[in-house]
């Protein structure tokens, strides 16, 4: 069955770095474009990159701009979320996200704090 499985999130410090990876499963990953969106409670989940198929990326939000990366490993079926430089305003929790086929994934929670 379908399946996306984000692991890598924490507790960690700012302007420390996180690798968020999400696993795929159950379907053609790598036809797929996979997104990372953000939630913070309270407010809207919002889209924090794309990353097409053929590797095309989109940092839809400019605070992440220059400190995030996505990327992906299509033999691996896993797109990964490069965060570094992180600060106390990146608290949220991280969904992958296939929005072809509307899938998202459980969430991994992400804690900037000192």
């Known amino acids: 069955q379908l399946q996306l499985v984000e692991s890598g999130g924490g507790l960690v410090q700012p302007g420390g770095s996180l690798r968020l990876s999400c696993a795929a499963s159950?379907?053609?990953?790598?036809?797929?474009?996979m997104s990372w969106y953000r939630q913070v409670p309270g407010k809207e989940r919002e889209l924090v990159a794309t990353?097409?198929?053929?590797?095309?990326?989109?940092m839809a939000k400019d605070s992440v701009k220059g400190r995030f990366t996505i990327s992906r490993d299509n033999a691996k079926n896993t797109v990964y979320l490069q965060m570094s430089s992180l600060k106390p305003e990146d608290t949220a929790v991280y969904y992958c996200?296939?929005?072809?086929?509307?899938?998202w994934g459980q969430g991994t929670q992400v804690t900037v704090s000192s």
């Open positions: 990353i097409t198929s053929t590797g095309d990326i989109t």
């Open positions: 159950g379907f053609a990953f790598s036809n797929y474009a």
């Open positions: 996200f296939v929005q072809s086929i509307k899938f």
